[in-house]
């Protein structure tokens, strides 16, 4: 049948035949293998080796330290660029349109696309390799979905490693895209070099998010899908907007920020959004601000992964583990000061780490 590969596959109301053949376990490779596949960019290895980083298993935290420390010297040489926007702004197409236009100029692009979890089932949707089927089909592009464990505001947990991994495999743009706009854009902000916001023409700033303090956060605002009918509407948002920053203190020291209008459908403006991201990175290592944000970021990482250790020692630790469900169903019932619940529950827990 025509379209149909794999016999019963694909074939509605059927299914294939069952084998009683187990299916293999893939071999663990060693650190030796991973660093050498990565290196070379291949792309199997690349994604193992980001499983591994993801993994909370004990078994897997040597290695992938070990893994990241022999990789280490061979990354950073990226632009790292977040990309934040409300559902509706059009972030995952704008996402294709211009990694596709990045790949034509000679680039080798990553993309960390970060999906909700479920804080009620804890699934994850991981639909962007979906939406960006053409950057996903290009080897000159690597697109990790990572489901968010639920971290703060949507940003995966292990982030900051696959953008190292991702670095040292070759690909010297990385684009991080967020869930929406929230808490999230702060984290996003402090693993980045450049920050995008895009925006769409005819939303309510209420609909857009659009506060004071996300949009102090970009290094440019981009008003997106200005095609068709659209257009004239999003000149209007971009002069509005440009009045508006002017008011405001801009992310970066010494950068203006720009705003500007593109489309994913005609492309128009997509070359423009690149050209801003070289013009800030020449501006900013110039004044000596870049390398200032890496090593403040390299800074903030260490605060993070303690903080993240603390956070799950804390969470097992037996003793919180007995009482927190209690002490919890007390300060919801408005019995216990919520105070005095943390006190308890710390004192648990260092009673434990003194004895």
Do not use: C
């Not at 991080?176 to 450049?194: A, I, K, N």
């Not at 250790?309 to 969470?315: E, G, M, Q, T, V």
């Not at 007995?322 to 919890?328: F, P, T, V």
């Amino acid at each position: 049948m025509p379209g149909v590969k794999g016999g019963h596959e694909g074939l509605p109301g059927r299914t294939a035949p069952k084998s009683d053949t187990p299916t293999p376990r893939r071999r663990r490779l060693s650190t030796e293998e991973l660093v050498d596949g990565v290196l070379a960019n291949d792309r199997t290895t690349l994604a193992r080796a980001i499983t591994l980083v993801e993994s909370n298993a004990e078994r897997d935290f040597e290695q992938s330290q070990e893994v990241l420390r022999k990789l280490l010297p061979y990354t950073g040489k990226s632009l790292r660029v977040g990309l934040t926007g409300v559902p509706g702004a059009g972030k995952s197409t704008f996402i294709e349109t211009l990694g596709m236009r990045l790949i034509e100029m000679g680039h080798r692009v990553g993309v960390t696309a970060v999906d909700p979890t479920s804080t009620l089932t804890g699934g994850s949707i991981l639909g962007d390799k979906t939406r960006m089927e053409k950057l996903a089909a290009d080897p000159r592009a690597f697109i990790r979905p990572s489901p968010t464990g639920g971290a703060l505001g949507g940003v995966g947990r292990k982030t900051r490693e696959t953008m190292l991994l991702m670095e040292a495999a070759g690909h010297d743009v990385l684009l991080v895209e967020t869930v929406g706009v929230g808490q999230s854009e702060v984290t996003v902000r402090s693993m980045v070099d450049f920050f995008a916001l895009l925006l769409v023409s005819g939303a309510g700033d209420e609909l857009q998010g659009i506060k004071k303090g996300v949009v102090e956060l970009a290094d440019l605002v981009v008003i997106h899908k200005a095609d068709g009918d659209n257009k004239q509407r999003a000149n209007l948002s971009r002069s509005e907007y440009e009045r508006a920053l002017h008011y405001l203190q801009p992310a970066t020291e010494g950068w203006n920020v720009p705003v500007l209008t593109a489309s994913s459908v005609t492309g128009e403006g997509i070359d423009e959004v690149w050209q801003t991201a070289e013009a800030f990175r020449k501006s900013v290592s110039d004044s000596g601000v870049f390398m200032k944000r890496r090593r403040n970021q390299a800074r903030e990482w260490i605060h993070a992964m303690v903080e993240d250790h603390l956070h799950a020692l804390f969470r097992q630790h037996p003793d919180v583990q007995r009482e927190i469900k209690g002490l919890e169903k007390s300060v919801m019932e408005g019995t216990l000061p919520a105070t005095t619940a943390a006190d308890t529950l710390i004192r648990l827990f260092q009673g434990e780490k003194s004895s």
